[in-house]
Every structure is written in C-alpha cells, then in structure tokens.
T-cell receptor, first 112, second 116 residues
Framework: GQNIDQPTEMTATEGAIVQINCTYQ??????LFWYQQHAGEAPTFLSY????GLEEKGRFSSFLSRSKGYSYLLLKELQMKDSASYLC?????????????FGGGTRVLVKP | EAQVTQNPRYLITVTGKKLTVTCSQN?????MSWYRQDPGLGLRQIYY???????DKGDVPEGYKVSRKEKRNFPLILESPSPNQTSLYFC???????????????FGPGTRLTVL
C-alpha cells in the first residue's frame, strides 16, 4: 500500500509564503499531484511532478525528490482566497494499472 | 462546458433505504471513480471503472455497488445504507488510468449524504 503524510493545518499571513510538505512511501511511483479544495467544494488540480525538481506555475510551485519520497507545495504572495485544504496525491503503478492515493490534506488559513 | 455532474448534491435518508447517486461526464473519459471524504481520512477510493462494463473495487468498497453501462455514466448504489456511510462523496473522471503522464482527474461537485 501507500503511506502519505502531510501536516493537518497551517496558518500564514496575507502576502507571506507558505510551504506544505508531503512525504510518501510507495512502490511503482508514477507521479505526484497537488490539488486545492475549498470547504465543501470539489478538489481542483494545481500541479503535477514526475521528475525531480521544481515546477512553477504563477504563485504556486511544487517540488519533488523521488529518492527522499518528498514533495512540497509553495504558495507565494498569499491571498485570502488561498485559504483552503491542499491535497497531496501519489500515483503508483500496480497490477491493475495506475492508482491515485490521497493524503489527508493540509488546511491552510490565511490571516489578514 | 467540460464537467462532471452528480445528483443529488445533498441527501438525508434512513438506514436500509436503497439509494443511488448519479454521476455523468461529458468529456468522453474512459476512467471514472468514486471517492468518499471523511474528516482526517482524506479521499478514499470506493470503486473505479476503466471503461464500459469494466469495474473494480477501490480501497473501501464494502456496502457499495456501481455499474458502467454507458461511458458517460457511473452511478453509485447503496443497497442498504448505514450511518457509517454518512460522508461527502465525489465522482471523478480522467482520460485513462494509465494514460499520459499529466492526465489528471476532474471531480464532480460532491454529494453530501447523511444516513440516520
């Protein structure tokens, strides 16, 4: 099976930077996704990493180290609307094809 | 507009009364799945389907059934709901399960189910 860990909650100030860490243990690693989910709403895709390194998309960046089983999502210039849960999801190849497993999510609260 | 729709969005029912939550996608996706989301447990996969008439169990299939008679629809059936099935349910679809590297899942808006 897979084990995915991320902090439960983080608080940051508007305009600041927050880094959400995700560690995982899996076999057949085939990509890591980050999703944003506002309360009561569906998750929406933020970023994808399959090779080591940093992927930047505007204010959001995601980093992956496959050897360490580690990823982080970096949110810069925080805005109030960034208050949401951020889900780390690992895709792994198995006998029945790819499978996506989600971590418990990190709730980020942005304060004025 | 490309989307995944679910109905109903909210449902309160009683133990043992059969119910169906519908899911439909208009993106011609092959792969569809159902998740439940509970506080502290994250999204857990219930069932998935890799194509028409091809379905398989996810991590938490007990108490649920699915069918995939048409590519666009993937209903979730609770034959005899129990209170421990009170949860937020999401349907999701993607082009394939083992497809392009960047293939991501698109989620429906969610169905909040309460079983009394």
């Amino acid at each position: 099976g897979q084990n995915i860990d991320q902090p439960t909650e983080m608080t940051a100030t508007e305009g600041a930077i927050v880094q959400i860490n995700c560690t995982y243990q899996t076999s057949g690693f085939n990509g890591l996704f980050w999703y944003q989910q506002h309360a009561g709403e569906a998750p929406t895709f933020l970023s994808y990493n399959v090779l080591d390194g940093l992927e930047e998309k505007g204010r959001f960046s995601s980093f992956l180290s496959r050897s360490k089983g580690y990823s982080y999502l970096l949110l810069k210039e925080l805005q109030m609307k960034d208050s949401a849960s951020y889900l780390c999801a690992v895709r792994a190849w198995g006998a029945a094809g790819n499978k996506l497993t989600f971590g418990g999510g990190t709730r980020v609260l942005v304060k004025p | 507009e490309a989307q995944v729709t679910q109905n109903p969005r909210y449902l309160i029912t009683v133990t043992g009364k059969k119910l169906t939550v519908t899911c439909s996608q208009n993106m011609n996706h092959e792969y569809m799945s159902w998740y439940r989301q509970d506080p502290g447990l994250g999204l857990r996969q219930i069932y998935y389907s890799m194509n028409v008439e091809v379905t398989d169990k996810g991590d938490v299939p007990e108490g649920y059934k699915v069918s995939r008679k048409e590519k666009r629809n993937f209903p979730l059936i609770l034959e005899s709901p129990s209170p421990n099935q009170t949860s937020l349910y999401f349907c999701a679809s993607s082009f394939s399960r083992g497809g392009p590297s960047t293939d991501t899942q698109y989620f429906g808006p969610g169905t909040r189910l309460t079983v009394l």
